[in-house]
C-alpha cells in the first residue's frame, strides 16, 4: 500500500492538484435516467435564479422532450437557462432539439461544432465534450454518465427492452457550487467560440454585433452570490468534484483512481463500459490484487463497439494472471462509469478508463469519501456483477498472436492520439 509520500509523488509526477473534499453535502446515488430525470426536472420545475447544463448527447427521443420541456418552461418564467452540447454526440439530433428551445428564451450553445465539413479536419476535434451536468441556482447539481436520452434507447442499436446499466448523483450543498463554475465555463466557452467565428466570418461580410460576448461578460461580472443552503442536511458527506481537461487538469481523473487503488485494503470494484488504461493504471491494478485485495472489473459482454471490446481483451490475460477479476454485463448495455474502493471510497462520473476519456475529452467525476454512500454503490455493483459472466477460459493467444493482438491495439490508440496531438508514452 503507497505511503502518504508515494501519494505526493503521483500527483506531482501529475503537474495536478489533488481533489479538493469539502464536507456537508447531501449524495444520492441514482440509477439510470428513470431516476435521474424526474429529479433532475423536478428541480428544473422548482428553480429560481438559473440553470446550467451540460451534456454529450441531447436525444430526440422522449426523455429528451421532457427535460427540454422543463427548461423552456423555466426560461418562460423567468429563469436564466443555459445549456450547451457537444457538436458530434449531438450532431444527429440538434435540428430537433433547436426546434424545441427556439420558441424560448434558452441559451443553447454547442461545443465543438462540426456544420461546415472542414471543422471535420481540425485536429482538435477529436477533444470533445464528454461531461453531464446540470446545477440548478448554484446549490443542486447533478454529475454523472447519463446523457439526455432514453435508457432503452441506443443510438447506434435502436431500442431495447432493458435499460442499460448507469448511474448519476445528485449533489445539494457547497460542492455544487464548484458543478456551477464548470458548467458554466462550458457553456461560455462554446458561447466565445461562436463569438469569434462570426467576427472572423465578418471580416469579409463587415462587423457583426458582438451583443452576446458583451452580455456574457455582463453577466459573469454580476453573478449572483451563491444562495444560503439551509435546506441541505448538515451530513459530514465529504466529497470533490473532480474533472479533466486539456490544462491544469489533464490527468486529474486518472490519478484519482490510482492514488485510491494504492491506498486499497480490502476491494475494487470498477465498472466501466470502455476500459484500456496505462501503463501506471494496470500496474497499481496488479499491484492491490497481488497484496490480497479483491480486485473486480465489470465490463461489456454486450458490445456497442467492437473496436472497444478488442481493446479490452487484449488486456485480460494480463489482468486475470496476476488475480484481477473480470465480469461481463449481458442483460443490457453497460454505459456506467462508477468505482468503489474498500468500504468509504467511491466514484461516479463521466470518464471511462480508457485513452479518450483519460487523455482527450472533458470528464466530470464526484468522488465521495463516505461509507453509506460507498456501501449503497457497491450494494449495485455486487447485484450486477450477480447478473453477469465471469470470464474463465479466454483462448490464450500465444506467441506472435498475442503480440499482433496488442500491437494492433496499441497502434491504433496511439494514433488516434497523434491525430488529436498528443504525445509521450501512454
Known amino acids: ?7 505526493r509523488a503521483i500527483w506531482a509526477s501529475a503537474g495536478v492538484p489533488r481533489p479538493s473534499f469539502v464536507g456537508g453535502n447531501e449524495v444520492a446515488l441514482l440509477e439510470g435516467g428513470d431516476d435521474l430525470f424526474p429529479r433532475m426536472c423536478a428541480a428544473i420545475e422548482a428553480a429560481e435564479r438559473e440553470v446550467w447544463l451540460a451534456t454529450y448527447i441531447f436525444d430526440d427521443d422522449g426523455a429528451g422532450r421532457r427535460v427540454a420541456d422543463a427548461l423552456a418552461a423555466a426560461s418562460a418564467r423567468g429563469i436564466a437557462v443555459h445549456v450547451v452540447v457537444d457538436g458530434f454526440g449531438s450532431l444527429a439530433t440538434l435540428p430537433r432539439l433547436r426546434d424545441w428551445l427556439s420558441p424560448s428564451q434558452v441559451r443553447l450553445e ?8 472542414y471543422a471535420w479536419l481540425q485536429p482538435g476535434q477529436l477533444r470533445r465534450l464528454h461531461q453531464k451536468l446540470c446545477v440548478v441556482d448554484q446549490h443542486t447539481a447533478y454529475v454523472g454518465g447519463i446523457n439526455i436520452i432514453d435508457d432503452r434507447h441506443d443510438l447506434r442499436h435502436g431500442w431495447a427492452d432493458r435499460p442499460r446499466l448507469d448511474y448519476a448523483v445528485e449533489v445539494r450543498g457547497p460542492l455544487a457550487e464548484q458543478v456551477h463554475r464548470t458548467a458554466r465555463a462550458m457553456w461560455s466557452r462554446a458561447n ?44 459530514p ?37 470502455y476500459f484500456y488504461p496505462g501503463r501506471q493504471f494496470r500496474r497499481a491494478l496488479r499491484q492491490a490484487a497481488r497484496r490480497g485485495v479483491r480486485v473486480r472489473l465489470l465490463l461489456q459482454g454486450k458490445f456497442d463497439y467492437r473496436i472497444a471490446a478488442l481493446a479490452a481483451r487484449a488486456l485480460y490475460d494480463e489482468l486475470r494472471s496476476h488475480g484481477v477479476r473480470i465480469f461481463e454485463y449481458t442483460p443490457a448495455f453497460l454505459h456506467a462509469k462508477v468505482a468503489v474502493v474498500d468500504d468509504d471510497w467511491a466514484t461516479v462520473g463521466s470518464s471511462n478508463i480508457d485513452p479518450l476519456s483519460l487523455l482527450l475529452n472533458l470528464e466530470a467525476n464526484v468522488v465521495v469519501h463516505d461509507q453509506g454512500f460507498a456501501a449503497a454503490l457497491a450494494a449495485r455493483l455486487d447485484g450486477a456483477i450477480a447478473l453477469s459472466e465471469e470470464v474463465q477460459n479466454v483462448v490464450q493467444q500465444r506467441g506472435w498472436r498475442s503480440w499482433l493482438h496488442r500491437g494492433f491495439v496499441a497502434w491504433c490508440a496511439g494514433l488516434y492520439l497523434r491525430l488529436a496531438g498528443i504525445t509521450g508514452r501512454y
Open 1 to 7: 500500500m503507497a505511503g502518504a509520500d508515494d501519494e
Open 237 to 273: 458527506v465529504r466529497a470533490a468534484f473532480v474533472v479533466r481537461d486539456n490544462l491544469r487538469q489533464r490527468r486529474a481523473i486518472e490519478r484519482s483512481y490510482i492514488d485510491a487503488i494504492r491506498r486499497a485494503r480490502t476491494r475494487v470494484d470498477i465498472a466501466v463500459p
Open 192 to 235: 466565445l467560440g461562436h463569438v469569434w467565428r462570426d467576427e472572423l466570418r465578418d471580416v469579409v461580410r463587415g462587423p457583426a454585433p458582438l451583443d452576446q460576448g458583451l452580455d456574457l461578460l455582463q453577466r459573469l461580472r454580476l453573478r449572483p452570490k451563491r444562495p444560503s443552503s439551509g435546506n441541505v442536511r448538515a451530513d
Open 110 to 117: 454547442v461545443f465543438r461544432p462540426l456544420d461546415r465539413w
